[in-house]
Structures are given as C-alpha cells and as structure tokens.
C-alpha cells in the first residue's frame, strides 16, 4: 500500500493507505484525529472544515493521494499551535459566547470562521454581514446568532 | 474499557456516595412547606443516597368561560413527571476524596444543556462550585423504569427536586462529620464552595470529610432545600461546562470513540424505504475490495465492515443487490394527501345562531425530516454470551430490552452505554443504529462501529408525519362562539413508550391501537387553545403506519399552533382589530398576555413596513411554559430570488423577539440558547425545509436537499426576553423556542403578501430546487475537488 505522507498539526505524519481514500477517513479512522467531523460527505454540510496550508477545506472531498509531503493540514486540534497558546482567539471568542449546543458542528464552524476572517483581511477590509450570511457550515441546533457574534468578537482578537 | 474512553459508567465507585431518599413531610402540624423532605443516607462505605417523591402535582383552575381542555388542567410534563415518582428514589450524587461530586444523569445528553443545569442544581444545594461537579450520563438501568426517557421537555421538571434533595442530604452529612471533625455544632458550621468553616475560622474541606462522612447503617435524614430567594447559582447564566471540549475538538460522540476492534460499518440500503435484501449477487468482488473484511446480510440491508467508512462508501456503491420492494413502493405526496383526506372524520356540529357566521380553514403539512448532524450511529460488540453497545440514547432501557430480544440473550448480557449525541430533535427517542449494529456485530462476529451515511439519515430516517389541520370557528358580534380544529396525520411512531419495556409493549400492540392510543393521550396533554373561544374543540385522527416516524422537536405543536394563530389572525381581520390587540383581549392567561405584551413593545409592533415586508405575531402556551413572538419579515422579490448555490434564499426573516416564561430559570444562557434554536426551527418549518415524497422515494438525501435554516436564512436581529418569574418550579425549555415562532412567521408572510399560506413549508410545491442524487446506488460518492475550493 503506498505511504502517505504530510505534515498534520505541525508534525511530519505518514500513514499506509491508497491514494484515493479521503483525508477525513485518514484522519479519523486510520490516525484517530476526530475533531473534524463527518455530516454529509459530499462537502455540502461543512463540519470537517480544517486547513491546509492555512486556508479552509473539506477533508472529506479530498483524496489523500492529492497531499504533497510538504502540505500542512491543521485540525481544530491544532488550532491553537497556529497562535502559540492554549486556545486560539476565535476560540476563546466561541466560549465566551457560549455558541455550542450538541457542538458537533462546532470545530468545522471555528475553522470555517477563522479562514473567513483571513480571507477579508486579505481582501483589506473587515467582516460585513454578507460575509456572514455566505458561511455555508449548517447547525442542526441553530446556534447562528452566537457564531455571528463570536466571529465577529474574535475577528477582533486575531 | 468504557472509563478509558470516556464514556460514563456507575457514578459511584470511589469516596462517598449519598444516596438520597426523599418523601415529602407532611405531618399536619406543619401544613405544606414544599422545602421539607426526607432523604436517606444509606448505609456502607460509600454513602448512597436515594429519594421517594410523591409530591402532589400541582393543578390549574381558574375560573374561565371556555371549558378547561385536558393539557391545562394535567398536561404531558404532569404524567411524564408523575412516571418517574416511584423510581426517582434510585439516583444517587457521590462526594468524592478529591472534593469533587458527581452523578450519573439518567437522561440524555444532545446539547439541551441537561447536564449544565443538573451541575448548576447541585452546586446549588451543595454549595460546591459548579466546576467540581461532574455530570455523566447514566447506562441504561431498566430498574429505573420510566425514569430515563428524555422527551416532551421534561428532564428539568422531573429531576429538579429529586437532585436537589439529594445534593441537600449529601451537604446535611457533610455538615454532620464536619461538626465532629471541627468540634463544633452544624448550625455554627457554613458550607461555601466546598469548604466547611467553623466560627473560629478553622475549616475542612469536602474532599477531606468523604469518608467520614459515610455512614454504617442507613440513616433517615431530614433536610430542608434552599428557598429560591437564597439561591446563587440557580437563575444566574452559566456557560456550558462541556464548551470547551467542544471547541476544541476533544468531545466525543459515538464515532469518535475508539473501541478495539470495532471497524468502520455501513449498509445498503434498499432504493425504497423499508425495502428489504433478497441477495448480495457480487460479495466475492465486495470482498476483495480494498480495506474491506466483512459483509453481512441483515435485515435492513447489506452491511459492510472496512478500515475506513471512505471504503465502505466504495463497497456499498459497488454492491449489485437485489431487493424486496418497500411498503410505500410508487406513492408519492399526493396519494398520501389523498388518503389523509380519506381519513378525515367529519367536523362535529356548531351551536345554532343564525346571526353567527363561519370561518373555515385547512392546512397541510408536509413531511419533514429530524435528521441531526451527528447520523443514526452505534458501537456494538456482540460476542456469544455478551453485548456492549455504546450509542446516544433517549430510552436506553426500552433500547436495552429490544437489542436482547433481538440478540436472543436476555436485558442482563447486553450493557447499553450513553453516549452523549450531536443533536436528537426527537430521532434519538429510537434505537435504529443501535439495534441495527448489534444485530451486524453478530452476523460477522466482530465488533462494528456503524454509522448511517447521511443519504440514509435524511431518507430512511424518521421524521415528521405528513399532516392536515381543519378549523372551523363561529362568531358573531365580535365574539367567538366556537372553535374546532381537527387534525389528521400520519401515525406519529411512540413505540419507544416511556422509556421503558412496559410502555413500549403497549405502544405496539397490533394494528397501531397501542400506538394511537398513545399518540391520542400525547395529543391531548399537551395541545391547547389559550383563547377565550367559546366551544373549543381539539382532536386528532392518525392513520397509515408505513411511514418511519417519530417525534420531532415539540411533537405536535408547531403545526397545530401555526394552523390556529393564523386563523386568529383572519378573525381579527374579519372583526376589524388588530392582531395583537385580538389577541391580547381573547387570551385566557396572564403570563400569556405578558410576554405578549413584552414582544409587542420590545419589538415595535405595528411599525410602519416598506411593501413586501411584515409583522407577525403569535404565541404559545405548553409544557408549563408560555412565550410570544414577533418577527418580521422580507417578502420582496430581490430578497425572495437570492440565488443561493445549492441552498434556498426565499423570504427573509430579518428579525425576531420572543419572550419566554417556564417559571423558575435554572440557566437562563441555557434557555436562551433553546431559543435562538427553536427560532430556526420555527423559520425552517414555515419557508424552507420539507421531504417530498415521490415514486416511493423520499427525495432529499443530504442537506444541499433538505433546507434546514441556514446563515444566509438565519435572523440578522435576534433578541430573546427571559421573564422574570417569581415561580418555585421550572418548566420545559428544550422545544419551547418552535411553535410560536412557526406562527409568527406563517402570519408576518401572510400579511407581506397578502394571501394565507395553506400549506407548509411555503417552498414545498415550488419546482424542486435540487437535482435528485440516485437511489441505485443509495449513497453518493465523496467528490474529489476540494483542494480547488479552498478560501
């Protein structure tokens, strides 16, 4: 079986599977990484966003043969090394508004949040409704009032 | 192994236990003081502590023109709370050596915020802070009998004073062994945050008296609960005390958890519901596919065990099989329509008064779907004369019970874990990953972690039967003579009972009658008009059993209430008043007619509104609970025709205020969370989100189909108005947040476009706003473009 090989969370990861097997698979079932979570498939529903190379995508729509060895990809379980402490402001931002109900769709919607706010700094300009209203990560438990609140909170803190 | 992952087990193993039992103290000199109850220290070397409440239920009787209907006077929270009595005597809270408590909740956590709450009361009553309790769900435990269902809203009105009293005894033994330790008489003694203190300043803390705290022999222990002007933790906002786990990826739910052995698992489904496997013609070819180590027959389908659920995907689209039609093979909305018209049993007579005239309506709802982020999803190790299951649970015991019966084993082999669940909305009152993972745990002889891919949950999963709403109301002379509403749906599935065997035998006794006689009793404890309307009238027929049902969030409500506010509008129109005031000056309650007032000014009502936009009003009353709400709403056409890729646009609801009264908050940031969710709900089940039924197939497989609320939906103004209550009891806050909201909306879109919608989901006859994804094979492949839609 070919060898896999990119760099999770800051550390160099190999792994024993076939090309066409898609990251979230990678990292759920086979390195045990389940903060990204499976609620489609089809990357519609949004809750594996993580990053690779700093910029958001779906696991679940990539296949794991497509990763270069020099890639990084980062899970809500690596959020926080990407700023050097124990939680990331869009986090903290998220605790502080309480936004979690079942929180199963939560670390894709910090993720998600966190690239949103690079994305329009990139852009030269700060979050505007619009923006919000184009996240695409749904909750089942309606819990969009608190994520506009907290992105907009911690967009303040990054 | 369960520890290890996390996953609850008994609460008390370790330092002492108080199991507390509590019986109301009536002697009759003391006349009824509601905070006196007997507990029981029980004896051993922990302490256990159990409680026996057999409080009297408290009883509505005003004196009101309309006869009172049944949910006012006793409604589903009375016979739900009253069912726990006898066994609420049998949950216990342990005080451990490192000055910690904990209890094993035997209800279900799915992001309600229960076992926020549950902390909250007992750092209460034990003044501890709220940080060292620790809140797990309990395994099924049949003994509990109907004591472990989580539903109809009810957790924090049943457990409320039970917990309470358990954590007082466990403070009033503490206090004991602290008077000996400190040398000094309790009622020198303070307890604060987990530290005893006597008058001199010395102190000694929880975690130091566990032991000795423990008694010998039981001890019968009267306590005394805090009134509710002493409390400081209840009714003060406290922030989830599983948030963190949860942003930072460290909460589990089923799949996450890693069992040994226990590989990824999937099915093939039949491209009908229900429909069943004749053969597998291909299983060599599945076999050898990659990752691939099982397939199994059962009866659902053609299970798939591999090393990842990416190769079970692969294995099921590969997988030729041929199958036995399901029972609703061909049908489609209309003849379902057709036969619900079918059913409809003629309205009963009006009072005579030819001065009178009448105002007829009739709705219809569509199916719509319960389906959570987190899938029907189960961990099952069946071995030959065992079986664990790990799987988020509303009725474990009834779950229990049908796995063994379904296993051949008896209740006693099979250990049924709860798992804490990313969302229910009612699907998790069943069993159906669970069941089905044990029985393909025993077909291959291997441990499976089964997961439903999502085509399977939003199609075959349950959901909402499809129902219609008939009102007929008589007035005359601005006042209401009579009001009927007569409903008639799909059956409405409570064959999980009440969380125990007992009940669930009765629900499913033959030809549905156990069932409609359940769903009849459900109906009439918790439907109610709050109006001063006379004659008033409710009933319910269902029919036609073939259909994967359930109870979704708040049952019955949302249609019933949307259908009958909207009908207050059109009498109001009719009488030339206004709707708020209408309502206000026909409503029965107070409490109604305060949060109603609240929304009113809070919100602007009657502000002027540019064309295409509007108002509504609307509000409910249930699960002792009442709330208002006021929303309005964007009809015009460049908001209407948003385009939106694979998402609806459609009216927007721009803002909503709502006002909640449940009586005494335990967590008012807990309520306000249930809130903001009910309002989606409510705004889902008005514009967007529906099953169409179509040649024997539901067609939405996943959520670009199913338009649940999504931002570029969501509310851009939101404000929820908890009101004071100088209650003593709580009421249920988990659905309290749908119907009324539901209403509003129906009624602001009315009056923004001036014709009254008659059926629900606004969209559902629209031209279908989706392509349909195959039924062969049933699942989607994964696509293989996302590095080309990174932002």
């Not at chain 2, 006793?74 to 009595?85: E, F, G, H, I, P």
């Not at chain 2, 084993?409 to 099979?414: E, G, I, L, T």
């Not at chain 2, 179509?694 to 189909?705: I, K, M, T």
């Not at chain 2, 209550?725 to 923004?752: I, N």
Request: with cysteine; aromatic share 6%.
């Amino acid at each position: 079986m070919p060898k896999q090989t990119f760099i999770l969370n800051g550390k160099p990861t190999t792994v024993d599977v076939h090309d066409d097997v898609r990251v979230l698979w990678v990292l759920r079932d086979l390195l045990g990484v389940t903060g990204p979570k499976y609620g489609c498939g089809i990357n519609v529903c949004k809750a594996c966003t993580s990053h690779i190379n700093g910029k958001a995508f779906n696991p679940c729509s990539v296949r794991v043969g497509d990763l270069a060895a020099d890639d990084h990809v980062t899970t809500i379980e690596g959020l926080n090394d990407t700023v050097g402490k124990d939680l990331h402001p869009m986090q903290e931002a998220w605790l502080d508004r309480d936004v979690p109900q079942c929180g199963y769709c939560q670390p894709g919607q910090i993720m998600a949040a966190v690239a949103l706010v690079r994305k329009v700094r990139r852009e030269g300009r700060s979050i505007r409704d619009s923006d919000l209203d184009s996240i695409r990560n749904i909750c089942r438990c309606g819990t969009y009032t608190r994520i506009r609140e907290a992105i907009e909170q911690g967009a303040r803190h990054m | 192994m369960a520890k290890d992952l996390g996953v609850p087990l008994e609460a008390c193993h370790m330092g002492c236990t108080l199991s507390v039992s509590t019986e109301p103290d009536l002697p009759a000199a003391s006349g009824v003081d509601r905070r006196r109850f007997i507990g029981y220290v029980i004896g051993g070397t922990t302490l256990v502590a159990a409680a026996d409440l057999v409080a009297p239920v408290g009883s509505a009787n005003a004196a009101i023109p309309s006869i009172p209907q049944p949910a006012e006077l006793y409604d589903l929270n009375d016979l739900l709370t009253q069912a726990t009595l006898p066994t609420s005597n049998l949950i216990s809270i342990a005080v451990h050596e490192d000055g910690t408590a904990s209890f094993a909740l035997p209800r279900m956590e799915v992001g309600q915020g229960i076992t926020t709450s549950t902390a909250m009361l007992i750092a209460e009553e034990l003044e501890l802070p709220v940080g060292k309790v620790k809140v797990t769900l309990a395994q099924a435990r049949p003994e509990l009998l109907f004591n472990q269902l989580t539903g109809g809203s009810n957790t924090t009105i049943s457990t409320y004073t039970p917990i309470r009293v358990a954590a007082a005894v466990a403070r009033s033994a503490l206090l004991d062994a602290a008077a000996i330790a400190l040398g000094d008489a309790v009622e020198n003694l303070v307890a604060r945050g987990g530290v005893i203190q006597a008058r001199d300043g010395r102190s000694v803390s929880y975690g130091e008296l566990a032991r000795s705290a423990a008694s010998p022999s039981t001890k019968r222990v009267e306590v005394k609960l805090k009134d509710t002007s002493e409390f400081r933790v209840v009714g003060v906002g406290h922030k989830r005390v599983d948030a963190r786990d949860a942003v930072t990826g460290k909460k589990k739910f089923t799949t996450d958890l890693q069992v040994k052995d226990a590989l990824p698992t999937m099915v093939c489904r039949a491209p009908t519901p229900n429909g069943t496997p004749k053969r597998l013609r291909n299983k060599a070819e599945i076999l050898r596919m990659p990752g691939v180590t099982h397939v199994a027959k059962v009866d659902t389908g053609i299970a798939v065990r591999a090393q990842t659920f990416g190769q079970c995907i692969d294995a099921i689209r590969a997988m030729r099989v041929e199958w036995n039609p399901g029972p609703v093979a061909g049908l489609s909305d209309k003849d379902i329509v057709a036969k619900l018209r079918a059913a409809e049993l003629p309205m009963p007579s009006l009072p005579d008064n030819p001065l009178a005239e009448l105002l007829e309506a009739d709705f219809l709802f569509y199916f719509r779907s319960n389906s959570a982020m987190d899938t029907n999803s189960a961990i099952a190790d069946v071995r030959a004369d065992r079986a664990t299951i790990w799987s988020g649970l509303k009725s474990p015991a009834t779950a229990q019970a049908r796995i063994a019966e379904a296993l051949g084993m008896s209740a006693s082999q099979v250990t049924v874990n709860v798992v804490t669940a990313g969302g229910s909305f009612g699907r998790r009152l069943f069993f159906d990953g669970a069941l089905e993972a044990a029985k393909i745990s025993q077909a291959m002889k291997k441990p499976v972690k089964l997961m439903w891919h999502r085509a399977d949950d939003a199609r075959v999963g349950r959901g909402h039967p499809m129902t219609t709403s008939r009102i007929r109301v008589l007035h005359a002379a601005g006042e209401v003579l009579a009001f009927q509403q007569s409903n008639t749906s799909v059956e409405t599935d409570f064959r999980h009972g009440l969380g125990d065997i007992i009940t669930a035998m009765g629900a499913d006794l033959p030809a549905g009658l156990g069932n409609l006689g359940f769903a009849e009793t459900v109906f009439a404890l918790t439907q109610e008009i709050p109006y001063n309307f006379g004659v008033v009238l409710q009933t319910l027929v269902e029919t036609e059993e073939r259909f994967n049902t359930g109870s979704m969030r708040n049952i019955y409500s949302p249609d019933t209430r949307c259908a009958n506010e909207l009908v207050v509008d059109q009498l109001a129109k009719k009488m030339g008043k206004d709707p708020y005031e209408f309502r206000k000056s026909f409503l029965k309650n107070d409490r109604v007619i305060a949060v109603l007032d609240k929304v009113a000014q809070a919100g602007s009502w009657g502000r002027p509104m540019p064309k295409h936009m509007a108002q509504g009003i609307a509000i409910h009353k249930e699960y002792r609970g009442v709330s208002a709400c006021l929303v309005e709403i964007d009809c015009r056409p460049q908001t209407v025709n948003r385009d939106i890729r694979d998402g609806v646009g459609g009216p927007r609801v721009t803002k909503v205020t709502y006002a909640i009264d449940v009586g005494l908050v335990v967590n008012p940031r807990g309520l306000e969370a249930q809130m903001q969710g009910g309002i989606n709900d409510g705004i889902a089940l008005a514009l967007t989100s529906s099953m169409h039924l179509r040649d024997g197939h539901f067609l939405e497989a996943s959520w670009d189909n199913y338009f649940y609320t999504r931002q570029w939906n969501t509310p851009p103004e939101v404000k929820v108005i908890v009101m004071p209550s100088d209650s003593t009891q709580p009421g249920g806050a988990g659905e309290a947040g749908v119907a009324a909201t539901f209403a509003a909306v129906a009624c602001a879109y009315a009056r923004a476009t001036g014709t009254m919608p008659t059926y629900f989901p606004i969209n559902h006859r629209e031209p279908l706003e989706f392509k349909v994804k195959p039924f062969v094979p049933p699942i989607p492949q994964s696509p293989t473009n996302g590095l080309k839609l990174t932002y």
